[in-house]
Nanobody, 120 residues
């Protein structure tokens, strides 16, 4: 199983970006998916999560600005980021709890990060 994240880049404060994360491989079922960020010198922290049924959870710092969504048919996770601030600058990682074909339990998978830089 692989998670491939894309969509990062450089944007001015107030701008928008949309991150995508596509899961591939011998996937039987994807449960909760999430986005995390890690700023230089800091620990990785949760940005937002979404269950297979569509229930969402957001960090207080992004509520009202970011929207997490998923396309279960495409095994793809999204993060729409609006009203970006310089403090949103970080490497963003996608995460998913996945049961593989032939597997009997969920395992946690991480994508390689995608850099988001917001200039003031």
């Amino acid at each position: 199983v692989q998670l491939q994240a894309s969509g990062g880049g450089l944007v001015q404060a107030g701008g928008s970006l949309r991150l995508s994360c596509a899961a591939s491989g011998r996937i039987f079922r994807i449960n909760t998916m999430a986005w995390y960020l890690q700023a230089p010198g800091n620990e990785r922290e949760l940005v937002a999560s979404i269950t297979s049924g569509g229930s969402t959870n957001y960090a207080d710092s992004v509520k009202g600005r970011f929207t997490i969504s998923r396309d279960n048919a495409k095994n793809t996770l999204y993060l729409q980021m609006n009203s970006l601030k310089p403090e949103d600058t970080a490497v963003y990682y996608c995460n998913a709890n996945i049961m593989t074909i032939g597997g009997g339990y969920d395992m946690v998978y991480w994508g390689k990060g995608t850099q988001v830089t917001v200039s003031s």
